[in-house]
């Protein structure tokens, strides 16, 4: 049986720390990541 992914989707004010706290201190892979322009995304 296979199981569904789960695709996190957070909410952060510094992705890139974010990502690197994630990455590096927790361990997680990074698998997919989609295009990000310079200002990042906002829905404001």
Do not use: K
Not at 3 to 12: D, G, Q, S
Not at 13 to 20: E, G, L, N, Q, Y
């Amino acid at each position: 049986m296979a199981a569904n992914a789960l695709v996190p989707e957070l909410a952060v004010s510094d992705w890139r720390t974010s990502r690197a706290f994630y990455s590096d201190v927790i361990g997680f892979s990074v698998r997919y990541e989609r295009p990000m322009p310079d200002n990042g995304f906002s829905n404001d």
